[in-house]
């Protein structure tokens, strides 16, 4: 069964840090982009951060830029999303998504992702 497990949300006050890991069983990462997610309540998912598969490629939502770093440890088939400076707005259930888009490339459109983990929680406190 292949599946993506994320781990890591909590909470934290206004300027704290957190690391997310997603971590894949059942299939390879080396082959997918990963992509970040978040989601509010009441509000649409949006797209946060997101490696190629081959790690040369970075994306990053602008409000994050800056605050939040992506990374990819293929030996331990997880991928890591460091969030530090965190600021009440980044309060949202994450996830993280696979997709199969190849070479140096990654995208923010959910659409491409084929493989999407459970969410975990964020909350930031002011």
């Known amino acids: 069964q292949s599946q993506l497990v994320e781990s890591g949300g909590g909470l934290v006050t206004t300027g704290g840090s957190l690391k997310l890991s997603c971590t894949a069983s059942g299939f390879s990462l080396d082959y997918y982009a990963i992509g970040w997610f978040r989601q509010a309540p009441g509000k649409e998912r949006e797209g946060v951060s997101c490696i190629s598969s081959t790690s040369a490629i970075t994306n990053y939502k602008d409000s994050v830029k800056g605050r939040f770093a992506i990374s990819r440890d293929n030996a331990k088939n997880t991928v890591y999303l460091q969030m530090n400076s965190l600021k009440p707005e980044d309060a949202a259930v994450y996830y993280c998504?696979?997709?199969?888009?190849?070479?140096?490339?990654?995208?923010?459109?959910?659409?491409?992702?084929?493989?999407w983990g459970q969410g975990t929680q964020v909350t930031v406190s002011s």
């Open positions: 998504a696979a997709s199969a888009i190849r070479g140096n490339m990654c995208t923010f459109s959910g659409p491409l992702y084929a493989y």
